[in-house]
């Protein structure tokens, strides 16, 4: 364990784009480092030791930041979470109430839900505390809470239950009741809709490199533009796949040119710099679509060199050297006056989840006004990661190694992009109000459809 927390440190220090960014969070991260050796002669099994790395490598605040132990199947609770303003409700795998009596959890294992709460919050860092999605996942952490918390490990969870009046119950469940908790984030993308006719028009999208070798899913997306709305599910959506991106712009911008900031019609989106390092090679940054100063056009490089003075950013030279990533690439059908008979909108469902090319898409889709999106603010995970091993424990780390920023100087890593309608990715979405709102928009056309819209009933994220 010595050996495995100077390597972290090593690795941090060497490679981390945040650590160095800011590098009063390392510092912090250091202080942390000799009290948790002085308590390692207590650990007696390799969970302890996985939950402390979580806690101290939250100290960055890394979007791109992934902790895994393959060795170790962490439980979590047999019940789903939900949040109403200050309280929580218990749901069972069916996302019924586990007692529709006693709707709201007060105790777990006899400790009061806030102080799970709490202990869940060490766990989370600055941004993931502000996502309720984040805190859902973090708060369902049993094995992982509880050895925090000093409880001892049990093969059931004893859930204290109130109708938050004058009755109380207590409910003892068997912690394997509901194996799909292992892993809401794998079913988190599945929709249920009440009726195959409904309208709009919902594709979810996991893996971003599907556009080019699922031809059913490119038949959906060129079926839809004919079609008024179309809801992409982007919430877990990954990949460096770009095509999505070029299919948004090319068939969904406002006017040519497309690009991220129509005021001053750049063809860059952002440029970015990576933590230098003998690790890393020049190119870096081109499975990005990153590009160095010599290979941009003369253009590019005098609009590059004019955002690249507004950084807010000091020497640092830890950074190398600077890159630039092109706005999409529009065909000629593009560039044509759209067809005011035919200007179909385009629905984003995200959340913290979406990343890494998801990023540039929605980042990109914020700007156009054809586009609304819908969820939870996204990480801001737009960089380039490193990946390591500490060398005993076994546990695998992934760590974001470059920084990317707007052309307005602005850094986006680690930020996120804000939806244009705030909704809990794990809530009920009532479709029929939803669709309302986002043809009402200032910015949204009026949608008409070509028949009466059919009655859309509450669909649901299993």
């Given at each position: 364990?010595?050996q495995?927390l100077?390597?972290l440190?090593?690795?941090v220090?060497?490679?981390s784009?945040l650590s160095?960014l800011?590098?009063?969070?390392?510092t912090?991260?250091v202080?942390?480092?000799e009290p948790?050796?002085?308590?390692?002669?207590?650990?007696q099994?390799?969970?302890?030791?996985?939950?402390?790395?979580?806690?101290?490598?939250?100290?960055?605040?890394d979007p791109g930041l992934?902790?895994f132990?393959?060795?170790?199947?962490a439980?979590?609770l047999?019940f789903?979470?939900?949040v109403?303003?200050?309280?929580?409700?218990a749901?069972?795998?069916?996302?019924q109430?586990?007692d529709?009596?006693?709707?709201?959890?007060?105790?777990?294992?006899?400790i009061?839900?806030?102080r799970?709460?709490?202990?869940s919050?060490?766990?989370?860092s600055?941004?993931?505390?502000?996502?309720l999605?984040?805190?859902?996942?973090g708060?369902s952490?049993l094995?992982?809470?509880?050895?925090?918390?000093?409880?001892p490990h049990?093969?059931?969870?004893?859930?204290s239950?109130?109708d938050n009046?004058?009755?109380n119950?207590q409910?003892s469940?068997?912690?394997?009741?509901?194996?799909?908790?292992k892993?809401?984030a794998?079913?988190?993308?599945?929709?249920?809709?009440s009726?195959a006719d409904?309208?709009?028009?919902?594709?979810?999208?996991?893996?971003?490199?599907?556009i080019e070798?699922?031809?059913k899913?490119?038949?959906?997306?060129?079926?839809?533009l004919q079609?008024p709305?179309?809801?992409?599910?982007?919430?877990?959506?990954n990949?460096?796949?770009?095509?999505?991106?070029s299919w948004?712009?090319?068939?969904y911008?406002?006017?040519?040119?497309a690009?991220h900031?129509?005021?001053?019609?750049?063809?860059l989106?952002?440029?970015?710099?990576?933590?230098?390092?003998?690790?890393f090679?020049?190119?870096?940054?081109?499975?990005?679509?990153f590009?160095p100063f010599d290979e941009?056009?003369?253009?590019?490089?005098?609009?590059?060199?004019?955002?690249?003075?507004?950084?807010?950013?000091?020497?640092?030279?830890?950074f190398?050297?600077?890159?630039?990533k092109?706005?999409p690439?529009l065909t000629?059908?593009a560039?044509?006056?759209?067809?005011p008979?035919?200007?179909?909108?385009?629905v984003?469902?995200i959340g913290?989840e979406?990343r890494?090319?998801?990023e540039?898409?929605?980042y990109?889709?914020?700007?156009?006004?054809r586009v609304?999106l819908?969820?939870?603010?996204?990480s801001?995970?737009?960089g380039r990661?490193?990946?390591?091993?500490?060398?005993?424990?076994g546990?695998?780390?992934e760590?974001?190694a470059?920084?990317t920023y707007?052309?307005?100087?602005?850094l986006l890593?680690?930020?996120?992009?804000?939806?244009d309608i705030?909704l809990p990715i794990n809530?009920n979405i009532h479709?029929?109000?939803?669709?309302?709102l986002?043809?009402?928009?200032p910015t949204a056309?009026?949608?008409?459809?070509?028949?009466?819209?059919?009655p859309?009933?509450?669909?649901k994220f299993?």
């Amino acid at each position: 364990m010595h050996q495995d927390l100077d390597f972290l440190l090593q690795q941090v220090e060497q490679h981390s784009a945040l650590s160095s960014l800011n590098p009063e969070k390392f510092t912090r991260l250091v202080s942390k480092i000799e009290p948790l050796l002085f308590r390692l002669s207590h650990f007696q099994e390799t969970q302890a030791f996985y939950t402390e790395i979580l806690k101290l490598l939250a100290i960055l605040d890394d979007p791109g930041l992934t902790i895994f132990y393959p060795r170790l199947e962490a439980e979590k609770l047999p019940f789903t979470l939900r949040v109403v303003a200050d309280s929580w409700l218990a749901l069972g795998s069916n996302s019924q109430l586990l007692d529709e009596d006693h709707p709201f959890i007060t105790h777990i294992d006899g400790i009061p839900i806030t102080r799970w709460e709490q202990a869940s919050q060490k766990f989370l860092s600055g941004p993931e505390k502000q996502s309720l999605s984040a805190r859902v996942d973090g708060l369902s952490q049993l094995s992982m809470l509880r050895y925090d918390m000093g409880l001892p490990h049990k093969a059931s969870v004893l859930l204290s239950l109130t109708d938050n009046a004058d009755s109380n119950m207590q409910l003892s469940l068997p912690i394997n009741s509901l194996s799909s908790t292992k892993n809401n984030a794998s079913i988190l993308g599945k929709l249920l809709w009440s009726n195959a006719d409904l309208l709009p028009t919902y594709i979810p999208i996991a893996d971003l490199a599907d556009i080019e070798t699922d031809p059913k899913l490119a038949t959906q997306l060129d079926d839809s533009l004919q079609q008024p709305m179309t809801i992409l599910d982007l919430r877990n959506s990954n990949g460096n796949n770009d095509k999505l991106l070029s299919w948004i712009a090319n068939h969904y911008a406002d006017v040519p040119p497309a690009v991220h900031n129509t005021k001053t019609k750049q063809s860059l989106m952002a440029f970015g710099q990576y933590r230098r390092s003998l690790d890393f090679k020049s190119d870096f940054l081109k499975p990005l679509g990153f590009l160095p100063f010599d290979e941009l056009s003369f253009f590019e490089q005098i609009e590059f060199s004019q955002a690249s003075q507004d950084v807010t950013l000091s020497e640092n030279s830890h950074f190398g050297l600077w890159y630039g990533k092109r706005s999409p690439v529009l065909t000629q059908a593009a560039l044509k006056p759209p067809d005011p008979s035919l200007q179909p909108h385009l629905v984003l469902l995200i959340g913290p989840e979406c990343r890494r090319e998801c990023e540039w898409i929605v980042y990109f889709a914020k700007s156009l006004s054809r586009v609304t999106l819908i969820g939870e603010k996204t990480s801001g995970d737009f960089g380039r990661h490193y990946a390591f091993i500490l060398p005993n424990s076994g546990i695998k780390i992934e760590l974001t190694a470059s920084l990317t920023y707007s052309m307005q100087g602005d850094l986006l890593s680690g930020i996120g992009t804000q939806p244009d309608i705030s909704l809990p990715i794990n809530d009920n979405i009532h479709w029929q109000g939803l669709v309302s709102l986002i043809v009402s928009e200032p910015t949204a056309p009026q949608v008409v459809y070509n028949h009466k819209t059919p009655p859309l009933k509450e669909a649901k994220f299993n």
